[in-house]
Every structure is written in structure tokens, then in C-alpha cells.
């Protein structure tokens, strides 16, 4: 069993910088690939970045491409989502899950106005 909890989130202008965190406990994440998800009012959970267990590998969205940066620490079991430049159509609960399984976090709320 994986507990996940996400935190980080809140309210910012456009243009402004949040990082998030997602610390999991029970288990080690150090050997699965994780996500960060979101899902805005009204629209499906969709996939925002992940990273390999190793953090080699990385994939990004399209619509955050150049300026949200995934990363983990395996020794601390924690996984960041680093958002630059955020616009109002970042605006969402941000998820992080282990990739391949139904371990997800609670969530935490980001608001970007404009």
C-alpha cells in the first residue's frame, strides 16, 4: 500500500511559479515511474508529465512542454512538479499517481488568474 499526498498548490497570478510535491510513505516509490495529472472543472484527468524510476527518462504534455519540469528524490520518496510561467488554463487539482497502478494522491488545487 502507497500513500501519496500532494501539496504545493494555491493561488497565483499569470506569469508566476508554484512547485509541487507529492510525498509518498508505506512503500518505496524509488522503483516505479511516476505522473503528475490534472483535471480543470467539467474536463477529464489528463496526463501532465511523468518520469522513470531513474528520472532519465522524462515526457511532458504539449501544453506544458518548456515550462513545467518533473523530477523525484528517491531517498526522501518525493516527487516535484516545477510549473514556470503559469497561465489560467493551468488551472486545476493536480494529481500524482504511481504509473501502472491506482495509487493516486488527494490532489491540490492550483488557480492561475490572469
Known amino acids: 500500500q502507497v500513500q501519496l499526498v500532494e501539496s504545493g498548490g494555491g493561488l497565483v497570478q499569470a506569469g508566476a511559479s508554484l512547485r509541487l510535491s507529492c510525498a509518498a510513505s508505506?512503500?518505496?516509490?524509488?522503483?516505479?515511474?511516476m505522473g503528475w495529472f490534472r483535471q480543470a472543472p467539467g474536463k477529464e484527468r489528463v496526463l501532465v508529465a511523468a518520469?522513470?524510476?531513474?528520472?532519465?527518462?522524462?515526457y511532458y504534455a504539449d501544453s506544458v512542454k518548456g515550462r513545467f519540469t518533473i523530477s523525484r528524490d528517491n531517498a526522501k520518496n518525493t516527487l516535484f512538479l516545477q510549473m514556470n510561467s503559469l497561465k489560467p488554463e493551468d488551472t486545476a487539482v493536480y494529481y500524482c499517481?504511481?504509473?501502472?497502478?491506482?495509487?493516486w494522491g488527494q490532489g491540490t488545487q492550483v488557480t492561475v488568474s490572469s
Open positions: 499517481r504511481v504509473s501502472g497502478t491506482d495509487y
Open positions: 508505506g512503500r518505496t516509490i524509488s522503483n516505479y515511474a
Open positions: 518520469i522513470s524510476w531513474s528520472a532519465i527518462s522524462t
